[in-house]
């Protein structure tokens, strides 16, 4: 995947960030993926000399901006998931049947799923 619209642009703008996350489908609202750039940015030194700073970002951010889009891609499933759980669990205490052990289903975080 090309991350960069050409060879001579060296950093990864906020429309390179529109442009991977339309590559990778995740079908995100434009407030999302603005959310996730902004975030992923380091602390600027000294911003009155490099505000271009804030346009750009470097590898390790971008690979935070990559963790935290699939972040926001995947967080409702997660989190409906856990929530399943809980209501299981609070619906298993006020009958008295208390489980032996609190399961939940995470096999969709099993990295070596691939689908």
């Known amino acids: 995947m090309k991350i960069c619209s050409s060879e001579k642009q060296k950093a990864f703008t906020e429309n390179n960030a529109f442009h991977i996350e339309r590559s990778l489908k995740l079908n995100l609202v434009d407030q999302a993926v603005k959310y996730a750039f902004g975030m992923c940015q380091q602390t600027v030194g000294d911003e009155t000399k490099k505000v271009g700073q804030y346009n750009k970002i470097i590898y390790i951010e971008f690979v ?52």
């Open 64 to 115: 935070e901006f990559l963790c935290r889009l699939l972040y926001i891609k995947f967080k409702i499933s997660l989190d409906s998931n856990l929530l399943d759980s809980s209501i299981t669990h609070a619906a298993d205490d006020k009958t008295h049947t208390k489980p032996d052990t609190l399961s939940l289903n995470v096999s969709h975080l099993n990295s070596t799923n691939t689908s």
